[in-house]
Nanobody
Framework: DVQLQASGGGLVQAGGSLRLSCLATGFSFDDYGIGWFRQAPGKEREGVSC???????TYANSVKGRFTIASDSAKNTVYLQMNSLKPEDTAVYYCAAGGPLSTNWYFEDEYAYWGQGTLVTVSS
C-alpha cells in the first residue's frame, strides 16, 4: 500500500526554521513526484513545492529562496526545509505523491496519494 506520513510541524517565531519530513512507503521516488501543499485557515490548499521523478525541483513564488525540497531515497523520505519563516506561512502542510508531474504540479487532482497534515504555526 502507498502511504505518506508527514511530520515536523510546530510553533516557531518569525525568522525561524523548521524541517518537515514526508515518509513514503509502497512506492519508489522513480515512480511518483512528491509535492508539498499547505492550507491556511480560511484559505484554499495551495502548492508549495515539488520534487519530480528526475530529481528536479520547483517552488511557489511565495516560498522561493526560503524553502528547499530534497529527497533521501535510502530513507524513503522527502524533506521540506523552511527558513526565514513568516506568519503568513502558518498553515497545515501536506505531502502528496502523484505522476506524471510537470507544469501541472500545483494541481491537487494530479496527486493520487496524500499524507495527513502537519501544522506549522509562525508567530510574529
Amino acid at each position: 500500500d502507498v502511504q505518506l506520513q508527514a511530520s515536523g510541524g510546530g510553533l516557531v517565531q518569525a525568522g525561524g526554521s523548521l524541517r518537515l519530513s514526508c515518509l513514503a512507503t509502497g512506492f519508489s521516488f522513480d515512480d511518483y513526484g512528491i509535492g508539498w501543499f499547505r492550507q491556511a485557515p480560511g484559505k484554499e490548499r495551495e502548492g508549495v513545492s515539488c520534487i519530480f521523478t528526475d530529481g528536479s525541483t520547483t517552488y511557489a513564488n511565495s516560498v522561493k529562496g526560503r524553502f528547499t525540497i530534497a529527497s533521501d531515497s535510502a530513507k524513503n523520505t522527502v524533506y521540506l526545509q523552511m527558513n526565514s519563516l513568516k506568519p503568513e506561512d502558518t498553515a497545515v502542510y501536506y505531502c502528496a505523491a502523484g505522476g506524471p508531474l510537470s507544469t501541472n504540479w500545483y494541481f491537487e487532482d494530479e496527486y493520487a496519494y496524500w499524507g495527513q497534515g502537519t501544522l506549522v504555526t509562525v508567530s510574529s
